[in-house]
């Protein structure tokens, strides 16, 4: 192909659909090219990245999750395949799972996420989930949906014993990041709840103190112990899961458990294990083990809210990961700084 006078910018997945005005502005400023459906499947993509199918392009531009992930994990072998000219991979979606981002680094390209278009949306999924593992809710929903007077009746009775308002309680964030910390900032204000957390690094002072003042425990045994509700929102983990039985049965006895990061940051077993003998209370999981499949012994626990990753599933977010996506490409090759680089202090 001729050489374009333009950068080019490789927009994997769908046509956008929401911020058109932002596309004009890009495809006036670069030449983007969208590989079919057919191309992004990975023997294909490989072999066209070998061919130099797309020309020395600048940036890859991924403004959906849901789209654009045909070529599977960008690894070892996909990402040496990639041009020089390559500054920066800008995709929808908080987690990048599907990219090895130290890789990258290494080849001095820059991976930007959206998390901060999700973070709003998230976080009330978390407070879902917390009403409902301090209300019963679960059980509730499960017995309406039966249409089995007889459940209803019992569930009308019976829910409430053992239900509590989460106001008053102490909520233990396990990573006070983004997200984290917006539910702190929700579940204090709404609720009034006490905050803890745990996490690599300490807020300010300020911020500690916009929350009722947050205080940090080191120790994570010590906050699992002092919780009557942990909500866990660290980055996944691979290997090892930071709740596994021995964490979990350092949880105070009674105590309730929310999940929006991860799955495999906790053993479901051992969880079940620990809903089943009473010692953890309720427990809400918006992700899950080994998704797409949800354990059983949970499925079947009315003490367990269950959603499918939907955390970030608002019209703000899709919308946002969109902009941010792009927004990203520009700044980079402008030569400004990235918006939400993920890598960038990997990058000597
Ligand atoms: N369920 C969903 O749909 C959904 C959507 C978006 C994000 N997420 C997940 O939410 C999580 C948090 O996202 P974020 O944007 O807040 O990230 P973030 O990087 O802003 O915050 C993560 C926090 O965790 C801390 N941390 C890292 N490792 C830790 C450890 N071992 N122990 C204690 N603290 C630790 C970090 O210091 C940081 O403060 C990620 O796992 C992300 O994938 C889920």
Redesign the pocket.
């Known amino acids: 192909m001729a050489p374009p006078s333009k950068p080019i910018v490789l927009h994997i997945g769908d046509p956008i659909e929401f911020n058109h005005d932002l596309y004009r502005e890009l495809e006036s400023r670069f030449t983007v090219i969208r590989p079919s459906v057919e191309d992004r499947q990975r023997p294909a993509f490989l072999q066209a990245l070998r061919e130099r199918k797309w020309g020395d392009f600048s940036a890859v531009l991924r403004p959906f999750w849901n789209s654009g992930g045909e070529m599977g994990r960008w690894d070892s072998e996909l990402i040496p395949l990639l041009p020089p000219s390559l500054k920066v991979y800008a995709s929808a979606?908080?987690?990048y799972d599907w990219a090895d981002v130290d890789i990258m680094a290494k080849r001095g390209i820059l991976y930007c996420n959206g998390?901060?278009a999700?973070?709003e949306?998230?976080a009330d999924?978390a407070i879902y989930h917390i009403i409902s593992v301090f209300r019963n809710l679960q059980w509730s929903n499960m017995a309406a949906r039966t249409l089995d007077t007889e459940r209803f009746l019992d569930a009308h009775r019976n829910q409430p014993v053992g239900a509590h308002n989460p106001a008053g309680h102490v909520l233990g964030v396990?990573?006070?990041?983004?997200?984290?910390?917006k539910i702190a900032t929700k579940a204090y204000r709404a609720f009034g709840m006490k905050i803890i957390y745990?996490?690599?690094?300490p807020k300010t002072a300020e911020q500690e103190a916009a929350l009722g003042g947050a205080r940090r425990i080191e120790n994570?045994d010590e906050l699992l112990g002092e919780a009557d509700c942990v909500v866990v929102?660290?980055?996944?983990?691979e290997g090892k899961a930071?709740l596994d039985a021995d964490k979990i049965s350092k949880m105070k006895k009674g105590s309730r458990l929310v999940n929006?990061?991860?799955g495999t940051l906790i053993d479901e077993n051992a969880l079940a294990d620990a809903l089943e003998s009473g010692h953890v209370y309720a427990v809400g999981l918006?992700?899950h083990q080994n998704e797409p499949h949800v354990n059983p012994r949970l499925a079947r626990n009315r003490n367990a809210t269950l959603t499918c990753?939907?955390?970030?599933?608002a019209f703000e977010t899709t919308s946002g990961f969109e902009a941010l996506a792009m927004k990203n490409v520009m700044a980079v090759l402008s030569g400004e700084q990235p918006l939400t680089p993920v890598n960038k202090h990997l990058i000597v």
Not at 233 to 237: E, F, L
Not at 309 to 313: E, I, K
Request: glycine share 20%; hydrophobic share 45%.
């Open positions: 979606g908080a987690g998390a901060s999700s973070s949306a998230v999924m396990i990573g006070l990041g983004n997200i984290g910390y745990n996490d690599l690094f994570l929102a660290t980055p996944g983990t930071l929006i990061a991860r918006d992700v990753h939907n955390a970030g599933g």
